[in-house]
Structure formats: C-alpha cells, structure tokens
C-alpha cells in the first residue's frame, strides 16, 4: 500500500518526516479494509489511520490520536518494537489468539502505564491523547494491576468510557521479554 495524497495533509503531517524520524510509514487506507490494513500496518512498522475524509480529518481527534500518541510513543525504539512485535504475531494467527493480541496492544501501546520511580506515567497513545484519561489513568480510582501478558490479553475493555483497570509495567524491556515467552508459550 502506497500513502495517497490527501488535500491539506500536508500541513498536519508530514509522512516523510515520520519515516525518516521514527522508521515508520504512514499508510492510509479505506476503511473496508482497515483490519487488514491495521495487521500488516503493525507488522510492518506502519501507523494505519483510517478515517480520511481529507481536510476534516486532519482536523479530527484521530490526527490527534496518532500525532500526540503514537508519533511520540513510537519515538522510543523499545515501544516501536513491541508494537512491532504484536503485529508479527497476529500474522497467521487464529481469530481468538488475534483478539488477545488485540486485547494486548489496547492495554500496552493503546493505555499502557509504566511505573516510575515518581509514580505512575503514561506510555499508552489512548491515554497520551486524552487528557481526561489521562489524569483519571494515574489516579487511585482505577485498578492497577502488573502487567502480565496471560492476564491482560484476556481482560475486558471498554472503549467507549474509562477503563477500570490499567496495566503497568516495571520496564520496556520486561514488557517485551514477557511478551516474547507469551508468544513462544503459544506457539508450542
């Protein structure tokens, strides 16, 4: 898939910059073909937004998504790999396994904490972009339980309201190796 010229784009992002930057590629892509579109995009260190209505969705909390959250997540190679990771692992995966990867990415690349020595910080793009979320994320409202690839792949989300429970990690790099044996546990 080729990037297509979108009026106005190039005011609001700029693909090249992206790619050269953070080793991504910026795909776009009809949204009848956004599932696919999204598994290959991760596997392939692609950022796959999908709803492109030209200049309005530069203006749309998508751009917002993608440009606070992922651009600057995807910043750090650790995190870029993982995400990396997950999509590599869904190719040629069953339905159910691809659910919890998705399920995985929602409470890791999506609404990931990481735990810091001043506290709770965000890493999830969701939560970067969404400063109500945010604030509520690192309070003591929610649940914080560690993050543990078995569990969080199977726990329910809601993506219309704030979770009621967050995953942290201690780590990128312990977010990544529990992954890897997660995917090696499955695979054997």
């Not at 692609?46 to 209505?53: G, L, N």
């Not at 990396?84 to 869904?90: D, E, R, T, V």
């Not at 709770?120 to 979320?133: P, Q, V, W």
């Amino acid at each position: 898939m080729v990037p297509t010229d979108i009026q106005g784009l190039e005011w609001c992002l700029s693909r090249d910059l992206i790619h050269e930057v953070l080793g991504h590629v910026v795909m776009f892509t009809n949204p009848l073909v956004a599932d696919f579109s999204q598994k290959i995009g991760l596997a392939s260190l692609a950022m796959v937004p999908t709803d492109i209505q030209g200049l309005e969705w530069c203006l749309s909390r998508d751009l917002i998504h993608e440009v606070l959250g992922h651009v600057v997540m995807f910043t750090n190679p650790l995190v870029a790999d993982f995400s990396q990771k997950i999509g590599l692992a869904s190719l040629g995966a069953s339905d159910d396994f691809i659910q919890k990867l998705a399920t995985l990415y929602w409470f890791t690349v999506e609404f990931g904490l990481i735990e810091e020595s001043n506290g709770l910080k965000a890493f999830g793009a969701g939560l970067l972009s969404s400063y109500g979320e945010l604030v509520f994320a690192v309070s003591d409202e929610p649940e914080h339980r560690e993050f543990f690839p078995e569990e969080t792949a199977v726990q329910a989300y809601d993506d219309y309201n704030y979770q009621t429970t967050y995953f942290v990690v201690k780590n990128f790099n312990q977010m990544t190796q529990k992954f890897t044996k997660y995917i090696e546990d499955y695979k054997q």
